[in-house]
């Protein structure tokens, strides 16, 4: 198993920057898929992008695409969210999560999760 923990939640201004964390703990981080999710109000929880267990490949949610940045140092058990241009629709409890094998946008397929934290965007 693997255990996760998310930091660097907070309140930010729309168009400003926010760079989140996610530390993992247990068994080889690098042997995992890592990806982020995000639950707004009232919503599903929804697919953010993810990088695959080296570090090469990665993928992103048309909504964030060319404005998140997934990053990984497996060194350090640690895996990030770099979030430029915030606007309100980020509004959300962003969630770390890992899985062997490939990436799926489906969060079902997903086997660990960290607690959260919140993203709060002000207009």
């Known amino acids: 198993q693997v255990q996760l923990v998310e930091s660097g939640g907070g309140l930010v201004q729309a168009g400003g920057s926010l760079r989140l964390s996610c530390a993992a703990s247990g068994r080889t981080f690098s042997d995992y898929t890592v990806g982020w999710f995000r639950q707004a109000p009232g919503k599903g929880r929804e697919f953010v992008g993810a990088m695959r267990r080296d570090g090469g490949a990665t993928d992103y949610s048309i909504s964030v695409a060319g404005r998140f940045i997934i990053s990984r140092d497996n060194a350090k058990n640690t895996m990030y969210l770099q979030m430029n241009s915030l606007n309100v629709e980020d509004t959300a409890v962003y969630y770390c999560?890992?899985?062997?094998?490939?990436?799926?946008?489906?969060?079902?397929?997903?086997?660990?999760w960290g607690q959260g934290t919140q993203v709060t965007v002000s207009s």
């Open positions: 999560a890992a899985k062997l094998g490939y990436s799926g946008h489906n969060y079902r397929s997903w086997d660990y």
